[in-house]
């Protein structure tokens, strides 16, 4: 049989991804061969520095401005601009961050202790693997990783280097968000195997143009690519956009929902893969140049366990309460845990409020901000234990692959009727309560199937001890083809 390029370099990423997930490659190093990183004193600030900018990033410069054991010291964007709107927070700093606009030049300055990462997902895991080998620890947005290999990969370099890496859900730092997990894992509500992940928020078209969307000024798209293709999307603005195609983004499965997933999963208490899953929708309601589902319900099974991620980016018309006496309807961002006893509802980052099942209240809990899970981090760098992490790459490979996961059952998916159902768990009550007011929500929106599509997603069963699917071609989704220059490093297996 004939072996192509492409074919080889697939089944390498495959054999090295199975190695890393089974611990037989990187975490089978000595500690003590992995390069020391650089102490830090008692009394010294760290010196960070902030990637990309244009959006989150922003909050990114206002945490560490803040932060007294933290100097600020560079900004790297490949857009000048991006810069330029937040000079005037620098204007009255005695020592102004510097701007550079190549990653690869900031990474070689060996004075900065960290790096915070706020770019669009498709270059999280590769700055933040170049970051740890430059001696840097790392601080990188949600989805930590743009497919499911690229988290493991980089767990095993932070284990391998000694970085500290931490993903920036902001929630797990939180007290009341703590304070509320704290109960769900109490035993209060009785047994907990059941997380809904809501994400109700309209998002909209992006318009639908022939055209390359125009390149700002300055910018260096080469560098704006990085392992994407070097191909100028056709949309009608470059920047933000990127979320909703699979190139540079992961829709809101992959955007918003990672914090949700995050924590129904640290609910349930599940440090491994799901062993199925399956995902429908489809990008519903209106034609434009995205190619991600907008409206998007994914299902997740451990032996013992199922998360739900619920994802509705058109008008919530009517109140959606799942029966749930005594919660407000959901609009937003929030989470459900179910347990035998009662339940538990997130409605935001920073707080939590406990029901039985007769709607009588049992438990709340309030409070928190951003500075919180940045100054954990620090904590980390200074202490040199990623188990002072609240969110350690780790943690966040495994929320960040549940979405990646769901994605991945999607794109092997096939057009179905209105109302098509998968068969993962098809009688349970959650998932018949989730996909029947999915479908009331689409049928009040006005979608047109003929128009859109709606896709069932092909079932994928998981090893969990390899992080692979039994299906090849779900795992060539898994990776990507990285273009020259780009590759993402892996680690040694011996």
């Known amino acids: 049989m004939k072996i192509t390029r492409r074919d080889f370099v697939e089944q390498a990423l495959l054999a090295a991804t199975a190695a890393l997930a089974t611990g037989t490659g990187v975490q089978s190093f000595a500690q003590d061969q992995a390069p020391a990183a650089k102490p830090v004193g008692p009394n010294d600030k760290i010196r960070v520095a902030t990637i990309?900018?244009?959006?989150?990033g922003g909050a990114h410069l206002g945490e560490w401005l803040k932060n007294p054991?933290?100097?600020l010291v560079a900004v790297c964007d490949c857009d000048p601009a991006a810069f330029e709107k937040h000079a005037k927070r620098f204007a009255n700093m005695?020592?102004?961050?510097?701007y550079e606009q190549d990653v690869r030049k900031l990474l070689d300055d060996k004075s900065i202790d960290a790096v915070s990462i706020a770019t669009p997902n498709h270059w999280h895991a590769l700055m933040?693997?170049?970051?740890?080998?430059a001696g840097k620890d790392v601080y990188v947005e949600k989805p930590c990783s743009h497919n499911v290999q690229e988290g493991r990969v980089m767990t095993n370099w932070a284990r391998r280097l000694g970085r500290m890496c931490q993903m920036g859900v902001q929630s797990r730092s939180m007290p009341g968000m703590r304070q509320t997990l704290e109960f769900v894992h109490s035993g209060k509500i009785g047994k907990v195997s059941v997380a809904?992940?809501?994400c109700y928020r309209r998002r909209g078209s992006i318009g639908l143009v022939d055209t390359e969307a125009p390149l700002p000024p300055g910018l260096d798209f080469n560098l704006w690519c990085g392992p994407a293709p070097l191909s100028v999307p056709k949309r009608k603005r470059l920047h933000y956009d990127w979320h909703w195609v699979f190139a540079t983004g992961n829709g809101d499965l992959g955007n918003q929902n990672p914090h949700e997933?995050?924590?129904a999963r640290w609910g349930i208490g599940k440090q491994e893969l799901p062993k199925h899953v399956v995902s429908l929708g489809g990008r519903l309601g209106y034609v434009d140049n995205g190619d991600v589902a907008n409206s998007q319900v994914s299902i997740y099974q451990w032996d013992d366990a199922m998360v739900i991620s619920d994802v509705r980016g058109l008008d919530i018309k009517s109140p959606v309460t799942f029966g749930l006496k005594g919660a407000r309807p959901f609009d937003g961002a929030a989470n459900i845990w179910y347990g035998t006893e009662g339940y538990v509802v997130g409605p935001n980052y920073t707080s939590g409020v406990a029901f039985d099942y007769q709607g009588n209240e049992i438990g709340k809990w309030s409070g928190g901000e951003y500075q919180a899970h940045f100054a954990n981090f620090i904590k980390a760098v200074r202490s040199r234990n990623h188990k002072d992490l609240h969110l350690d790459i780790e943690d966040g490979h495994l929320s960040s692959a549940l979405a990646?996961?769901?994605n991945v059952s999607y794109r092997l998916g096939s057009v179905v009727p209105e109302g098509t159902r998968p068969s993962l768990l098809a009688d349970d009550p959650h998932v018949v309560a989730t996909l029947s007011t999915f479908e009331e929500h689409l049928k009040q929106n006005g979608v047109d199937f003929n128009a859109t599509k709606f896709y069932l997603g092909q079932q994928l069963t998981?090893?969990?001890?390899?992080?692979l699917s039994t299906d090849p071609s779900a795992n060539q989704l898994f990776t990507r083809e990285y273009r020259a220059g780009f590759e993402l490093p892996i680690p040694p297996t011996a």
Do not use: Y
């Open 52 to 56: 990309g900018v244009n959006g989150q």
């Open 69 to 71: 054991d933290v100097d």
């Open 94 to 98: 005695q020592h102004q961050p510097r």
């Open 128 to 133: 933040a693997v170049w970051a740890m080998q």
């Open 196 to 198: 809904h992940a809501i």
């Open 261 to 263: 997933l995050d924590k």
């Open 404 to 406: 990646h996961l769901g």
């Open 462 to 467: 998981i090893d969990p001890k390899t992080e």
